[in-house]
Nanobody
Framework: QLQLVESGGGLVQPGGSLILSCLAS????????IGWFRQAPGKEREGVSC????????NYADSVKGRFTISRDNAKNTGYLQMNSLKPEDTAVYYC?????????WGQGTQVTVSS
């Protein structure tokens, strides 16, 4: 069974950067696309970015375009989310998601707090 573990969150000042990682185990990540989602306090979970199995196709929410970059290293069974020019409104718990047939697998999330 696929298991996902996110890491890399933390406290960062506005304008700063973080790199989130999503390490998969139990199945080759290369078989699946990867999505990053986030959920801020009192808000619904929203999609941030996704990347195809090959890594050749990516998509971003308008709110993060030009600031976030999604990538993957299938040899390391890991997905990444590079976050630059962070804003207070980026504060949220960030989750990676891997859809396997009709089931979406989620990690436990990693907290990102952008504050001065």
């Amino acid at each position: 069974q696929l298991q996902l573990v996110e890491s890399g969150g933390g406290l960062v000042q506005p304008g700063g950067s973080l790199i989130l990682s999503c390490l998969a185990s139990g199945s080759p990540l290369a078989l699946y696309s990867i999505g990053w989602f986030r959920q801020a306090p009192g808000k619904e979970r929203e999609g941030v970015s996704c990347i195809s199995k090959s890594g050749l196709s990516t998509n971003y929410a308008d709110s993060v375009k030009g600031r976030f970059t999604i990538s993957r290293d299938n040899a390391k069974n890991t997905g990444y989310l590079q976050m630059n020019s962070l804003k207070p409104e980026d504060t949220a718990v960030y989750y990676c998601n891997v859809p396997v047939r009709s089931v979406g697998y989620w990690g436990q999330g990693t907290q990102v707090t952008v504050s001065s």
